[in-house]
């Protein structure tokens, strides 16, 4: 890795700045993401309960932590445990698994509600769920069946109808959620549903009361891996409401309902859920009577971890890790998270009325050399290792190592080297006009940069990579935004802020490999605004029929990998570890895909938390 004195310095006087401001302080605005587990072969911890640091370099491997709590004692019949949601802004609670955009509200959801497939370690769907399925010899029909005794939380029948009417919701035009997609376009009927030109889907078709049958228009490997459309929506309960008002509802909002382990009993919004068990869940009544979910700001989940203010945590901020590894009361568990953080380039708009990305050509962003540049300008392999000890580590390209059969691991992404990007920025016209450059057109060049407030690490880091553009002669302006403003600014709600030319953020990605829902032309979540026609071609390409032939899939989400690093529409900036703390107490829990474990089976050994030895 090729690195000039002069902008070396740059980074390694930032970083003794931050270390001596993290020396009191012991925070990040993490925001991973912990899941309840999926069926599957069972998972054996290993000997040691806790992660040590690699010798001598004071590096850390997520490879050295397990995924299953490692039971201690006799499980409690009843008890209670809490939930700490590491966050310093509130939960936006949108309570409803067909509208909810954050990964906060993901994390209240999983106590109450659940998709009808769950899925193995692979991530393909199984039999084991709360529905199980069929697929015709074309791969392009599936027949579903609900088991009988699964009941939303009022007692009434999870229906067929109910599976259809979340596909009619999602799909109808005054629809305001994100999950129209090309996985709900490739349903037959779909589209004309959706245009007003038919009056019910016609891929879809209800054989009976617990059971239902999806037509798709082509058969994708993406099919079993993510693309069906799993979670139900109570139609007796949302049926007569206006569609453009049910994601604002008091049923969505304050008085949720779904068929998980778990009721929700009372809200705070924004704050806490008290949950009591759902004695009829019908994978077997809740070992625990209640979980208390509580907000807890990033710079006191340390405190409240030794304390016994919380039994577990949705997610541990990692750059804290090192100095609480001996914590003695808990259990620290790992994975390699589905996720990764970037920095993003707004390029274009969302076209609200068609639903697909407007690109601008004329777009401050909009040329790649600048895009390119600002990568080579970061030195993300060292922000990895000083910010976070290993457990977060240079990323290379938008398919994660969580998704190890089609992360390309030859792909270096581009690498560090401020003087290249300085030569860049030269040839393509950018001069120098004292401090800062100019467009080549000679006009004023000013980036506006926006990044998530979250503990004492955002900030800094944030201001890392805007002096690490000024280095290269970039003047970029930063702006600390909280979460949920954050993400309406960017687009989420389809809104482009025209004040943002570049931002921060991170992606927890879906369990199939196939990234159109981030960056396709029809996805909402495509932020940069990017799109292509070599873009598409790739993406759908991915999805073909070709593709179930798993080598020709890898080699097509390979040329895609490269091809997004020679466009620049983002840049991925770190892969990310997951560490959840759970108290000594905890029984029969675990993180990830393909444990066995679910949020049923969750139990303590004893009334009140272990608390930390002084």
């Known amino acids: 890795m090729r690195k000039v004195m002069g902008s070396r310095y740059v980074f390694v006087s930032l970083m003794l700045v931050l270390a001596l401001m993290l020396g009191a ?71 409803n698994f067909n509208f909810y955009s954050s990964n906060p509200d993901a994390m ?6 659940e998709g009808l497939l ?6 393909v769907y199984t039999n084991d769920g709360a529905a199980t399925y069929e697929v015709s010899e074309d791969g392009r029909t599936f027949t579903f069946t609900i088991r009988d005794n699964v009941n939303w939380q009022d007692g009434q029948p999870v229906t067929a109808e109910d599976w259809l009417f979340a596909h009619e919701i999602i799909g109808h035009k005054d629809y305001d959620g994100p999950r129209y997609d090309s996985n709900f376009t490739n349903i037959e009927g779909m589209q004309e549903y ?48 206006d569609v453009a008002k049910i994601s604002s509802s008091k049923e969505v909002r304050e008085k949720p309902i779904g068929f998980g382990p778990f009721k929700v009993k009372s809200i705070v919004p924004g704050e806490s859920v008290v949950f009591e068990k759902n004695a009829d869940y019908w994978r077997g009544e809740p070992a625990l009577d209640e979980v208390m979910l509580k907000v807890i700001n990033p710079t006191t989940v340390v405190q409240q971890l030794e304390s016994g203010g919380v039994d577990l945590v949705d997610s541990f901020p990692v750059d804290q890790y090192p ?59 060292a922000v990895g290792k000083k910010f976070y000890h290993g457990l977060r580590w ?46 080549p057109d000679g006009s004023e060049l000013v980036i506006n940069f926006i990044s998530m407030t979250g503990g004492d690490i955002a900030e800094p880091l944030a201001r890392y990579y805007v002096q690490s553009w000024a280095a290269i002669g970039l003047n970029v302006n930063l702006e600390m935004v909280e979460f949920n403003s954050f993400y309406d600014r960017v687009g989420s709600n389809g809104d482009d802020d025209p004040a943002v030319d570049v931002y921060q953020a991170a992606w927890q990605v879906g369990i199939d490999v196939d990234p159109a829902g981030l960056y396709g032309k029809d996805a909402i979540y495509n932020f940069p605004r990017f799109e292509t026609e070599e873009n598409s071609r790739l993406l759908a390409e991915g999805v073909s029929e070709k593709a179930f032939d798993v080598s020709v899939r890898q080699g097509i989400y390979k040329e895609w990998q490269q091809y997004m690093v020679d466009q620049v529409p983002v840049f991925p900036t770190l892969y990310r570890s997951e560490l959840v703390p759970v108290n000594k107490r905890i029984m029969n829990y675990a993180i990830g895909d393909g444990t066995g474990i679910y949020l049923h089976q969750l139990a303590v050994s004893q009334d009140k938390p272990f608390v930390a030895e002084k």
């Open 118 to 123: 769950t899925w193995d370690a692979n991530y």
């Open 194 to 241: 959706h245009d007003g030109k038919a009056k019910t889907i016609s891929g879809i078709k209800v054989l009976g009361d617990k059971q239902l049958q999806i037509t798709y228009i082509q058969s994708t490997p993406s099919l079993l891996t993510g693309g069906v459309w799993t979670y139900p929506l109570a139609k007796h309960i949302f049926g007569d409401m």
């Open 394 to 439: 240079n990323a290379t390209t938008l398919i994660p190592p969580s998704h190890p059969e089609f992360h390309d691991s030859t792909n270096k992404g581009v690498t560090y080297d401020p003087e290249a990007a300085k030569k860049l920025l030269d040839d393509a016209g950018y001069k120098l006009n004292g401090e800062f450059r100019t467009n």
């Open 25 to 95: 302080c012991t925070s990040n605005g993490g925001n991973g993401a912990a899941e309840s587990a999926s069926p599957g072969a069972s998972a054996e911890p290993t000997a040691s309960a806790s992660a040590a640091p690699a010798e001598d370099d004071g590096l850390y491997s997520i490879e050295d932590f397990n995924k299953v709590k490692i039971n201690e004692g006799t499980a409690l019949k009843g008890g209670s445990v809490t939930y700490g949601l590491v966050s310093d802004t509130p939960f936006e609670g949108t309570l």
């Open 323 to 381: 100095d609480n590894a001996g914590m003695s009361n808990v259990e620290f568990l790992g994975m390699i998270d589905r996720a990764y953080t970037y920095i993003g380039f707004k390029l274009g708009t969302w076209d609200k009325e068609a639903k697909v990305v407007k690109p601008n050509d004329k777009a401050k962003m909009g040329d790649v050399n600048l895009r390119k540049a600002m990568w080579q300008a970061v030195d993300n392999d």
């Open 108 to 113: 209240v959801l999983q106590w109450f509600d």
